[in-house]
C-alpha cells in the first residue's frame, strides 16, 4: 500500500520536555493563549481523506515534545521504500528555535531519505515558506491539493498549479484546489493514535465565515453559499469518537460557529441523536450571540456548547462601527449579561459556561479613556470569565509593498487601517519601564533581524494611532497593566479554547470542570496533560507496550 507520513505539533513551548516529570502548570500571566496541548489537527483531517483513496498514513502528534534524536529515530522506523511523501503541518508561526530545529529535521530527510517527498501544509503562506529545502508547500484547505500532488508525483497525474518558492513549488489551495464547502470534513483517528477519553479533539460545523470584518486575516471570510458540514457526517464522527475511543469533548473550529441560527438548529438536530452528551467550545460572535436569543441559546445548550469565546474587541462604539462590528456597546453589556444569566439558570447538570472575551487595544477612534471605561465595566461585571487584551497588529505599507509573492497569498487587512490615519514609526523605543514590555519588543526586534536575512528589508517599526495619543508599544505596556488589574482582583477563569487542561486535570471528577471557568489558581495544574503527552510518545517510540493497527 502506499505509505505517508504526517507530522506537527510545532509551539510555542516546544523543547521544554525536559521539566515533564516536574509539575506543569499553565499560567495566566501571559497575554498570549498556547495551541501547544493540541494534536495537529489538520494531519488528521487530510490523513482521513487520504486513507479513503488507498494511502495508509499515520500521523505524529507532538512533535516537539520529543528529542532531535527521538524525532529522527521514529521516521527512521516508519520509512520504506514504500514511503513517498512526509507532510508536515504548520498552524502557527514558529519561534526561531523551532524553525532551526524543523530545518534541521527537514535536512535530515533530505539527506537520509531523498526518495521521500516533503510537503508542508497550513492556512497561512508566510508560515510555511520560512522552511526551505521541502517540495511543496501548500497554503490552504489541503485535501485536494495534497491529493493532487501524489497523483502528479506518483502516478502521472496533470502538473501542479503552483509558484516557485525557494526550492519547491508554492499551492495556492484555497483559489486552485478550493476544499470549501467540505461536507465530510470528518476526521477518524486510529489505534494508532492512542487516542484518551478525557482529550479535547476538535470538530468543525462548517468552513469559511460569512462575515469580513475589517482586522481580520483569515483566508476563508465574506464566503457566499452553502458551507456546512453533512448533518450525517457530522453525527457520524461524533458517534465514532464517543464509541472508540470515549471522546465527548471538542473545540469546533469553524471561524464563527453561531453565524446563522439554522446552522445551530441543524447541529442541534444531529447531537440530539447521539447516546451520549458531548461539550463543546469555539468562537462565538457576541453581537450575534444577542441577536439571535434564547431559541439559539437553548440550541446550544442542547448541543452541550456552552463554552464560548466571544470577539467583542472593544466598548467604544466609534471603534465598533469602524472594524464591521456596529452594535451599541450598551445592547452588548446589556446582552451580554442577559446570556450569562440564561447560561447558569439553563445548563444542564455537569455542563460549563465560558464566556471568554477577546479584545483589541488600539482600535480607530480608542482613546486611553474609552479602553478605561470599558476596562471598568469588564472589571465591574465580566470579572468572573476570562478576558484577553491583545493589541493592535498591522504592518506597515513599506513592508506590505516589499512582501514577497508567497506573503501577498495571505489576506492583507492593514490597508483598512491606512484608511483611518494610522502612521508608522521606524526606530528603536526607548522609553520602556516596564521590563516585560522591554522582553517583548526584545523579541520583536530579534525576529526581525532573522527576518532581514531571509525576506523584508523594512526595519522593525510600529504604528502611532491616528489620534497621536499612544502608539503600539503604549498599547503593549496598556494590556499588562491589564492583566495585572485583572490579577490583582482575582479574575482569572480559564479561557475558552483552554478547556483541554482541566478536562485532562479532572478527568476523574469532571463536575470539577465547572470550577475553572468562573475562578482557579492562578497557575493552573496541567500535570494530567503532559504526562498524556509523555505516554503517547513512549507509545509512538515502541517503549511501552500498546495496541498497534491492524
Ligand atoms: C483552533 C484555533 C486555535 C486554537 C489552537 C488549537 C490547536 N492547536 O488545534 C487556539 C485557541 C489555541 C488558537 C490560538 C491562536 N490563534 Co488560532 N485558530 C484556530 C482556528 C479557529 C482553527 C484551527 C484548526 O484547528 N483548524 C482545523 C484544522 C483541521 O485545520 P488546519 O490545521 O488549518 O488544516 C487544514 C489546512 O491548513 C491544511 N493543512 C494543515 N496541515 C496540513 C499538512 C499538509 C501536509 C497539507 C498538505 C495541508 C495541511 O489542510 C487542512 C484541512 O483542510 C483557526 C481558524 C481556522 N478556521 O483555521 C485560527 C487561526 C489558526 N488562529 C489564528 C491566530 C491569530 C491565533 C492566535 C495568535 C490568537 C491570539 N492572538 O492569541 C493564537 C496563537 C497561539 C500561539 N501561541 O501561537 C489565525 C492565524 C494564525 C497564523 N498562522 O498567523 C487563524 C487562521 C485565525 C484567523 N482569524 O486568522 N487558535
Ligand atoms: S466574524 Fe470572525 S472570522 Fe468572520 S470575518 Fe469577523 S473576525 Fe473574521
Redesign the pocket.
Known amino acids: 500500500m502506499k505509505h505517508g507520513l504526517?507530522i506537527?505539533g510545532f509551539?510555542?513551548n516546544a523543547g521544554l520536555r525536559k521539566v515533564f516529570n516536574d509539575k506543569w502548570v499553565i499560567s495566566s500571566r501571559k497575554l498570549?493563549?498556547?495551541?501547544?496541548y493540541?494534536?495537529?489537527?489538520?494531519?488528521?483531517?487530510?490523513a482521513t481523506y487520504l486513507r479513503k483513496k488507498g494511502w495508509d498514513i499515520e500521523c505524529l502528534d507532538y512533535t516537539f515534545y520529543m528529542s532531535d534524536d527521538e524525532i529522527r529515530q521514529y521516521l527512521d522506523d516508519r520509512i520504506t521504500a514504500q514511503t513517498k511523501f512526509l507532510?508536515?503541518?504548520?498552524?502557527?508561526?514558529l519561534a526561531y528555535i523551532s524553525r532551526n530545529r524543523l530545518q534541521g529535521v527537514v535536512n535530515w530527510m533530505k539527506r537520509t531519505h531523498p526518495h521521500v517527498i516533503i510537503?508542508?501544509?497550513?492556512?497561512?503562506a508566510?508560515?510555511l515558506t520560512e522552511i526551505g529545502n521541502v517540495d511543496?508547500y501548500?497554503a490552504?484547505?489541503?485535501?485536494y491539493?495534497?491529493e493532487a500532488?501524489l497523483e502528479h508525483e506518483f502516478n502521472g497525474g496533470p502538473s501542479i498549479k503552483a509558484t516557485i518558492w525557494k526550492q519547491g513549488q508554492l499551492i495556492n489551495?484555497y483559489r486552485d484546489y478550493p476544499?470549501h464547502p467540505?461536507p465530510d470534513?470528518r476526521?477518524s483517528y486510529e489505534e494508532r493514535d492512542y487516542i484518551e477519553p478525557y482529550e479535547t479533539l476538535?470538530v468543525?460545523f462548517a468552513r469559511g465565515c460569512i462575515f469580513k470584518c475589517t482586522y481580520?486575516?483569515?483566508?476563508?471570510i465574506g464566503i457566499k453559499g452553502n458551507m456546512d458540514r453533512c448533518q450525517q457526517d457530522l453525527h457520524d464522527e461524533l458517534l465514532e469518537n464517543w464509541e472508540r475511543w470515549g471522546v465527548r469533548n471538542y473545540?469546533i473550529?469553524?471561524?464563527t460557529v453561531n453565524d446563522r441560527q439554522d446552522k445551530m438548529e441543524k447541529v442541534a438536530d444531529a447531537v440530539r441523536k447521539l447516546p451520549f452528551q458531548p461539550q463543546f467550545s469555539g468562537?462565538a460572535r457576541g453581537d450575534l450571540m444577542i441577536r439571535h436569543g434564547e431559541k439559539t441559546w437553548e440550541d446550544m445548550i442542547d448541543i452541550g456548547f456552552t463554552s464560548h469565546?466571544y470577539g467583542v474587541e472593544t466598548l467604544n462604539h466609534k471603534s465598533g462601527k469602524a472594524v464591521g462590528k456596529g452594535m451599541n456597546p450598551e445592547e452588548t453589556k446589556e446582552g451580554l449579561l442577559k446570556i450569562d444569566e440564561f447560561m447558569r439558570k439553563n445548563m444542564k447538570k455537569d455542563q460549563y459556561y465560558s464566556g471568554s472575551l477577546?479584545m483589541i487595544a488600539g482600535l480607530p477612534h480608542e482613546s486611553f479613556a474609552s479602553l478605561d471605561a470599558g476596562k471598568e465595566w469588564l472589571n465591574k461585571y465580566w470579572g468572573h470569565h476570562s478576558v484577553?487584551y491583545?493589541p493592535l497588529r498591522i504592518n506597515s505599507p513599506e513592508e506590505i509593498a516589499q512582501s514577497v509573492e508567497a506573503e501577498n497569498m495571505d489576506i492583507n487587512n492593514s490597508d483598512n487601517f491606512y484608511k483611518e490615519g494610522y502612521t508608522f514609526e521606524y526606530r528603536e523605543p526607548d522609553y520602556i519601564d516596564d521590563p516585560r514590555v522591554r522582553e517583548v519588543i526584545k523579541g520583536m526586534l530579534q525576529a526581525k533581524q532573522y527576518m532581514l536575512g531571509t525576506r523584508g528589508k523594512v526595519p522593525w517599526n510600529f504604528w502611532v494611532h491616528p489620534s497621536g495619543e499612544y502608539d503600539y508599544v503604549d498599547m503593549l505596556q496598556w494590556t499588562y497593566e491589564w492583566m495585572d488589574d485583572r490579577i490583582a482582583q482575582g479574575s482569572y477563569a480559564t479561557y475558552c479554547?483552554e478547556t483541554n487542561v482541566p478536562t485532562a486535570q479532572h478527568k476523574d471528577h469532571p463536575a470539577n470542570i465547572k470550577h475553572h471557568f468562573k475562578q482557579y489558581p492562578l497557575e493552573v495544574d496541567a500535570t494530567n496533560l503532559h504526562q498524556f503527552i509523555i505516554s503517547y510518545i513512549d507509545k509512538k517510540l515502541g517503549r511501552t507496550e500498546s495496541k498497534t493497527d491492524e
Request: charged residues 15%; aromatic residues 14%.
Open positions: 504526517m506537527g509551539g510555542a498570549d493563549n498556547s495551541p501547544d493540541y494534536r495537529s489537527f489538520g494531519n488528521h483531517r487530510v507532510g508536515i503541518s504548520l498552524l502557527f508561526p510537503v508542508v501544509g497550513g492556512v497561512k508566510f508560515v511543496y501548500c490552504g484547505s489541503g485535501e491539493a495534497l500532488i489551495a476544499a467540505k470534513a476526521i476538535n468543525e481580520c486575516s483569515f483566508p476563508l473545540y473550529t469553524d471561524d468562537y469565546s477577546t484577553a491583545l479554547f
